[in-house]
């Protein structure tokens, strides 16, 4: 069963017409699409070392909550944060918040800015009912501005920590689409619905969601780059998390995603649908071109006392992602490794003048990391956004 909206050409008298936020104009989310470029955080609600240089940062709610306060204050549009299952050892730090939970949280002390929590949607597996219902209750919370960052699982030890073996990348989200059509009916529905998984290991009888979400059912994100997870994506997702097909070098970022995104947005438009693409730079801004560049070497020269990527390889942490395959291409110019999905560095205009390149090439929002949230944040805000307002990037 593919989901429909009510502009979708193939939709007959029969056809079930399945609306989302971007169908209401009056949405929290059609508010900040509205901008010419969304402004979001990826937060670090997990302990990461990127560098042994000194950070602010903490992986702990009271810290990030404080900094997505700082952010809705200023107009940013959405907040939202990975979330990782791994054995003893796997985390680089003490702790890893989890994401569902903490941006739901979040609802309740923000006002604009729209929350989106990550979830790993076949983990367990979830019932549709209980994501459903804990969905409707941060929507009703929130009132339109909280979503779902859908994440199948890429790494075979998080499967395994759940009692699976990993299963196959595309039938995960073929197992998606149907989870996904069952919490539309569930999120719509004015009667019992009731549906017998095909590809699931569950079933609804007579289920009923009350309250039903504010527009249509909340915000839906996809993180992908595959084939299978762009039509997923351009099938039920609002807004679909890229990654640079180039890697993480801005200038390898810029060759590549144009057409990347245009074979995304082309298979959405096929669909009658319209999906937002957003990327995750990481911001190193100094008021000297010279100044930045040697304060991003040094977060790369300082590397902890553990090669992240060699631990994640000899303890087996294997991924079959699509999405970061242009890492590994010799082809492409590579970053200095500073986490993010593009590394973007230089002063304040030299940021704006990229941030305005990648809006040619098709993104139509940033999700910012900075090495120090706290201190880097500030000088965002304090010297960049001006300017990308100047520039017509922001309103």
Do not use: C
């Not at 900094?67 to 990782?84: E, H, M, N, P, Y």
């Amino acid at each position: 069963m593919s989901l429909v909206l009510t502009e979708r050409p193939e939709v007959t008298p029969d056809a079930l017409v399945l609306r989302g936020p971007l169908d209401f104009p009056d949405s929290p989310l059609s508010r900040s699409t509205r901008q010419p470029l969304m402004l979001g955080l990826f937060l670090n609600l997990q302990d990461i070392r990127i560098s042994s240089l000194p950070t602010s940062n903490s992986w702990t709610y009271d810290y990030n909550v404080e900094i997505v306060k700082k952010a809705d204050a200023l107009g940013f549009d959405l907040a939202f944060s990975r979330t990782q299952w791994l054995p003893k050892g796997g985390y680089d730090g003490e702790a890893s918040l989890d994401s569902f939970v903490a941006l739901g949280a979040m609802a309740a002390v923000t006002q604009n800015i729209l929350l989106v929590s990550t979830l790993h949607v076949l983990y367990g597996p979830w019932h549709p009912l209980h994501i459903a219902k804990i969905g409707s209750t941060f929507d009703h919370i929130a009132k339109g501005r909280w979503g779902i960052n859908i994440v199948t699982g890429h790494r075979a030890i998080e499967h395994e920590m759940f009692g699976w073996n990993r299963i196959e990348h595309d039938q995960r989200y073929e197992m998606t689409a149907e989870l996904f059509e069952v919490l539309h009916r569930l999120w719509t529905d004015t009667e019992n619905y009731s549906h017998v998984g095909r590809l699931n290991p569950w079933r609804v009888h007579n289920g009923y969601i009350t309250p039903k979400p504010s527009y249509g059912r909340p915000i839906l994100v996809t993180a992908t780059g595959s084939p299978a997870g762009i039509d997923f994506a351009a099938n039920h997702s609002d807004l679909l998390f890229v990654t640079s097909p180039g890697g993480a070098h801005i200038d390898s970022a810029l060759e590549t995603l144009p057409a990347h995104i245009a074979t995304i947005k082309a298979r959405a438009r096929a669909l009658g649908r319209e999906v937002k693409t957003i990327i995750n730079p990481v911001v190193v801004s100094r008021a000297t071109e010279q100044a930045s560049w040697a304060h991003a070497r040094a977060i790369a020269e300082n590397k902890p006392g553990t090669d992240r990527a060699q631990f994640f390889q000899n303890n087996n942490y294997d991924s079959d992602a699509v999405a970061w395959q242009g890492r590994k291409d010799a082809r492409n110019k590579q970053g200095l490794g500073l986490g993010g999905n593009i590394e973007v560095i230089g002063t304040p205009e030299q940021v704006v003048e990229q941030f305005a390149a990648l809006k040619v090439a098709g993104i139509d929002g940033v999700q910012l990391s900075f090495y120090d949230f706290r201190e880097d944040f500030d000088h965002f805000t304090r010297e960049i956004l001006p300017l990308l307002k100047e520039a017509g990037l922001r309103l």
